[in-house]
Each structure stands twice: as C-alpha cells, then as structure tokens.
C-alpha cells in the first residue's frame, strides 16, 4: 500500500499510449497527476508523472493486476478513462462461397469496445470505493457519434458504441449516488478524430473538414472532470441556456456538477444528448421498475 503521504490525484487510462489517451495523460500530467498508462504497447511519447502498463483490456486478470498494482502504487484513484478501442477493418457484407457456413466475423472489436468499457468500470467501482480520500472520482468511457446514429462502414463497432452509452446512463445514477462509491460516470461521444485507429490511406477518404481536433477532446474530458459545462452549445445552436437538462454553468443536480451525460463532440462544439423520451407512461412506468440492483431485490 502506498504511504498516506502522497497525495498526487491519480489517473488509469486505458488506450493510453496514444491518440486520445496520451492527450488526455499529458493534459493531466500538466496539472501534477500521477498518471497510469494502460495499452499493449509503450507510449508514442513520453509523459511526465506517467507509469506505463503493459496490460491487455480484453484479458480480465490482466486488466485487474493493473488496476491493483495502481492502487497500491498511489494509495487512491480518482479517474479513470476507458478510452481503448478499435474499429473493424474487414467487410461485413462480404459474399462467401455457398454450400458451407462462413467463418465467424471477427469479434475483437466487441472484446475491446465494450466488454472491456464493462470490465474496466467494473473494476474502477472497486477501487473508488477505497478512495476514501478523494472527493472528485470520476469515470468517462470513450463512445462515439457511432452510439447516437448508424455507421454502415463499421456495424460492429457502432452496436459496441450504442451499448458504451446505454451501460453509462444505466449506472451513473448508482455511481454517483452510492456513498461508498460517489464517483461521476459520463461518456464523450466524438465524430471522427484522426488518430492512429485507422492508416493514412483509410483517412484520406475524409473531408479535411470533417475531424474533431484532438485539443478538444482534452478540453471536454477535463470539463468532465471538473463537472461544470465551458461553452456547451444547445442543439439549436445557440450558447446552453438550460437546454436539454443543461444549465448555463452545466449543473445538473446534487453537488452540481456533470454525471450521466452523453457529450457529443462535432468540430470545436460540444452538445449534451439525453436519453429518448419514454413513448407512454405505460413505458415510463415499465422502466421505474429497473431502477434497483438487482432482479432478486423484492
């Protein structure tokens, strides 16, 4: 166990070796953290304050001595990014000869995009609770414009992306409301940013104009950290005002800080998307009943 004595804030990024991990490592090395990278491979560049760990998120015990020897390491953790992940590179609308089945689709982009997103939250939860010492825990997975709209190019990984987004909004509540844990669970949602998830050749078939700059994908992550709204924009293109459960200074509710939220990133703006509204109170009603644990609770 780490001595009480260090008291740096603590940072677990998975994916953290480059593109939107290492920015938001290096963002967060400036202000003075301790800085845990977690990826197959070292850095592209070196971070200062920053461990790397050689860690595969789609390998559980592996993804948990991780976390463990952080833990033990720094004595806390206080945010963790469950940024990896990958898009599929194979078609899958692809014929295949008649007569015989067709191999499986490759499936690592679930592995890595969600159930690791799943494992890594799980695992967050644990050590948060023992965190007792920070009062500002945060987690914010990595989902993607491909969690709000189809993508035909990648099916796979815009149902992993979906499903980053319905795991975030069903336990943020519980994260942010559960003493022990009192950790806030929001989710960025960018349009393309070009980093190395796809080859030159593969981004060439982008308009320039189209890319979310990766600055500000650093400039959301630590407005979620800090848990109020710096010039969020209102679907109707307009500065918030209270728009879509937002307020001026992005308080929500509690300690008024951001939990729960969806972030989707076009360009240098930034919009809060909500979850779609119940069709009926029939439905409404059907989902209260969700709001609990576990199935076995009476």
């Known amino acids: 166990m780490a001595s ?15 593109g939107m991990g290492l920015a938001v490592a290096q963002a967060l090395a400036d202000r003075g953290w301790s800085v845990h990278l ?3 491979q070292g850095p592209l560049q070196q971070v200062e304050n920053a461990t790397f760990h050689k860690t595969n998120v789609t390998d559980y015990d592996s993804l948990a001595s ?8 720094d004595g806390r953790l206080d945010f963790v990014f469950a940024n990896a992940g990958i898009v599929e590179r194979f078609d899958f609308y692809e014929a295949h000869p008649t007569g015989k089945p067709p191999p499986p689709p490759n499936q690592l982009v679930v592995d890595i995009n969600l159930k690791a997103v799943i494992n890594t939250s799980w695992l967050a939860q644990h ?4 965190s007792k010492q920070s009062d500002n825990k945060n987690l914010v997975m990595t989902a993607s414009v491909g969690a709000l709209y189809r993508c035909q190019v990648s099916p796979s990984y815009c149902a992993t992306k979906h499903g980053v987004l319905g795991f975030m909004r069903s336990i943020a509540p519980f994260y942010y409301q559960n003493k022990d844990i009192s950790a806030r669970v929001n989710a960025i949602c960018p349009g393309t940013v070009k980093t190395n998830l796809l080859d030159p050749a593969a981004w060439a078939t982008f308009s320039d104009d189209v890319f979310v700059p990766i600055e500000k994908i650093v400039s959301t992550v630590l407005m979620l950290i800090d848990g109020h709204d710096v010039d969020g924009t209102g679907l109707d293109g307009k500065p918030l ?5 937002v307020s001026a200074n992005g308080s929500t509710a509690g300690d008024g800080k951001l939990y729960g939220k969806a972030v989707e990133l076009s ?6 998307r909500d979850q779609v509204a119940y069709c009926d109170d029939h439905m409404a009603k059907c989902m209260l009943a969700t709001e609990r644990t576990s199935y076995n609770e009476a």
């Open 4 to 18: 009480s004595s260090q008291s740096a804030l603590s940072a677990l990024i998975t994916g953290g070796s480059s």
């Open 38 to 40: 977690v990826d197959l």
């Open 66 to 73: 991780t976390f463990q020897k952080v833990f033990d390491t």
């Open 127 to 130: 050590y948060f609770r023992q």
């Open 241 to 245: 005002a209270g728009a879509n459960g």
């Open 267 to 272: 360009g240098r703006k930034h919009y809060y």
